[in-house]
């Protein structure tokens, strides 16, 4: 399959190559001069793209000079962070707004509540986070435009994904145990496990269980597919998200390989498409029996010929795919380096993870119950956020904000989330306080605010998840299978860092679990 793609790409740029150089010839333009046009025009693109989307806004990061602003673009991804927390001291005790140069544009950040407050109050054709959110991972070349205009996979998460959650744990148990059995050999000796692929694929398999149901979520091409996808997504997707919209088309299958995907994925769920359309088409409504999963949801969804054609249908697979794997793996891993270097949370959460069990068994009580676990993976995420910025907005028209400051159309603006999290609202705020959230929630349990601490609950002092109308909706899904698997580990295993905790990678706006980070295990 492979080398039918790699053939197929290579004919491609072979006949690209010929379609140019035809036009060039039959025009009568000399290479050299087209190559120089088009780089001088990519030029006068960038600094027209600058220069009708500055703001007045302080900017961090960016060199006196000329093109120091140019120049601090490509510093973006090894220091962009330190930019952001440098802002924020800066800026936050006077509640003003930064700016921090990326190679795709500036990013102006507030660092007023009561900014962000407006920011998230204001209406999608102003501030849009769908315009955004497709931008940053050039989701109509990367997976596929219908995800920009229908945004249905949204809707199946809160409703169907929701309600099945309840039903589902018993067969997301069963796929978890059995994917972390069959990756994980650890015995009554410590062992070493490097766990970062490991854990995408027992994540991948399990979700996947529900996605598409046993076999597929255990057929290892299938998984690879669904990974391996997701991760070029978010890579490429900040690659062509660089470059101007004409080269996206032309150079998506290329640089991620698109058309292989999608035709493993035709190799693999295409027949059960078929299958299932033609049972709806013979028996409509009177088929009550119907499969209760994400390749049946899909088609549910599917409102006409278009949105029901199989490659549609296919990219909602990927979307919905890409969307919980490595969010969901990363948020796991950086609980379980926590919970690694930090032995003294073990012997309480083992307790009470034992005694909730022992009484009640895996259901969705239990996991509820366990809340000096969901205290340790929200002081997790605190720290260790998937993304340092959250609620990202593109503004679609110009806007001014109640304290003056006026955004135009096109610039995109962000809450600097990891450091709101790490800011004086709580105790020392640097220190990683495992239990805090449940302490929190204990003290208020009386005025009825305990779920205010929860694993899943947002706010502005909380942003991991984004917050208000945008905020992640498959965050109760993330964190019922977090907690299951990592109550399964601690019940069974004790867990160590022998080196100390793995240190986050900081890219760009991103924060990755050190993907060679090793863990020590051994059987209670
Ligand atoms: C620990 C795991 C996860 C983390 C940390 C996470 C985080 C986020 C964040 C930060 C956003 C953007 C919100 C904003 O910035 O305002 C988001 C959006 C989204 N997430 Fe998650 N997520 C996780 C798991 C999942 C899972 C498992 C699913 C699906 C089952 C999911 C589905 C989505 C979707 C569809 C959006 C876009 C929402 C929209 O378009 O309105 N996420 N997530």
Redesign the pocket.
């Known amino acids: 399959m492979d080398a039918v793609i790699d053939n197929d790409t290579s004919l491609r740029y072979g006949g690209l190559k010929m379609a140019v150089e035809e036009v060039l010839l039959k025009r009568q333009v000399n290479p050299g001069v087209a190559i120089g046009g088009l780089v001088l025009w990519m030029f006068v693109w960038v600094a027209w793209k600058s220069y009708s989307l500055r703001v007045k806004v302080d900017a961090v990061g960016v060199s006196p000079g000329l093109f120091g602003g140019w120049r601090a673009m490509f510093g973006f991804f090894p220091r962009g962070n330190d930019w952001i927390a440098e802002g924020y001291k800066k800026f936050s005790p006077t509640g003003k707004w930064f700016q921090i140069p990326s190679v795709a544009r500036y990013m102006i950040l507030p660092t007023s509540p009561k900014i962000l407050e407006e920011m998230m109050a204001e209406a999608e054709n102003i501030l849009s986070?769908?315009e955004a959110?497709a931008d940053k991972l050039a989701i109509e070349w990367t997976i596929h435009p219908c995800i920009k205009h229908d945004?249905s996979?949204?809707k199946l998460?809160q409703t169907k994904?929701s309600q099945r959650l309840t039903t589902i744990l018993p067969e997301v148990m069963d796929e978890l145990v059995l994917a972390w059995e069959e990756n994980a050999n650890v015995g009554k000796e410590w062992t070493k496990v490097q766990i970062s692929d490991m854990m995408l694929q027992i994540v991948a398999r399990t979700?996947n269980r529900m996605f598409v149901g046993v076999p597929l979520c255990r057929n290892q091409e299938y998984l690879d597919n669904v990974i391996q996808y997701a991760g070029k997504v978010m890579m490429m997707g900040s690659i062509l998200d660089c470059l101007p919209r004409i080269f996206r088309g032309p150079l998506t299958n290329p640089l991620m390989k698109k058309s292989y995907h999608y035709a493993i994925m035709r190799k693999h769920v295409g027949h059960i498409l078929r299958e299932r359309k033609e049972k709806m088409r013979e028996l409509g409504e009177e088929w009550k029996d119907r499969p209760d999963d994400l390749i049946q949801w899909v088609l549910d969804f599917a409102v006409d010929e278009k949105a029901s054609s199989e490659e549609e249908l296919i990219a909602r697979l990927l979307?919905?795919n890409f969307?919980?794997?490595h969010?969901?793996s990363?948020?796991?891993l950086q609980t379980l380096y926590d919970i690694g270097s930090h032995p003294e949370l073990q012997p309480p959460l083992h307790a009470e993870i034992t005694e909730i069990l022992s009484k009640d068994g895996m259901c969705k009580q239990s996991l509820t119950k366990m809340k000096k676990l969901d205290s340790v993976i929200r002081e997790s995420?605190r720290l260790s956020?998937?993304?340092t910025?959250?609620?990202?907005r593109k503004a679609m028209a110009p806007h001014t904000f109640s304290d003056g400051t006026h955004i135009p159309a096109g610039a995109w603006m962000?809450?600097p989330?990891a450091e709101i999290q790490r800011s004086n609202f709580i105790p020392n705020p640097t220190v990683f306080d495992g239990f805090r959230w449940e302490r929190m929630g204990v003290e208020n349990q009386s005025s009825g605010k305990a779920g205010k601490y929860a694993a899943v609950t947002t706010s502005f002092d909380h942003?991991?998840?984004?917050?208000?109308?945008?905020?992640?909706?498959?965050?109760f899904?993330?964190?019922t299978?977090?907690k299951i698997l990592l109550s399964h580990i601690i019940e069974r295993f004790e867990v160590r860092c022998p080196e100390g905790r793995p240190k986050n990678k900081l890219f760009g706006m991103a924060c990755i679990a050190d993907p060679k980070g090793v863990i020590e295990l051994k059987m209670r």
């Open positions: 986070f769908n959110l945004r996979h949204v998460i994904l979700t979307m919905m969307v919980s794997i969010t969901t990363e948020a796991i995420q956020p998937i993304t910025v959250t609620m990202v962000g809450a989330a942003l991991v998840w984004g917050h208000g109308k945008y905020a992640c909706p498959g965050r899904f993330a964190t299978v977090e």
